[in-house]
């Protein structure tokens, strides 16, 4: 069974390669979903995969990639879309 997580990642996530090292991590752990920038400036993806994956990159991405500066990641728990792969998203 596969665990789904939806989270708002607030701070200097924009314009520091976030949405590029989000995708990269997800791939890395086998975790399946999205990520994209929101107009209001923080960031939002979905983690979809098993449990422990899912944990590991919510872990993650409270440090994010070198340039970013994290000051909050708020998980919520989300349906499984049936996402396969990880994709970076347009903006909303």
Not at 1 to 9: D, P, T
Not at 39 to 64: F, Q, S, Y
């Amino acid at each position: 069974m596969r665990r789904a997580v939806i989270l708002r990642i607030e701070g200097r996530v924009q314009g520091v390669g976030y949405r590029w090292w989000a995708a990269a991590e997800a791939r890395r752990l086998g975790v399946s979903g999205w990520v994209r920038n929101r107009a209001e400036g923080w960031v939002e993806l979905l983690a979809v995969g098993p449990a422990d994956a899912v944990d590991a990159l919510v872990r993650a991405c409270a440090d994010g990639p070198p340039a970013a500066r994290v000051t909050a990641v708020t998980p919520a728990e989300a349906a499984d879309d049936g996402a396969e792969g990880f994709e970076e998203r347009a903006t909303v």
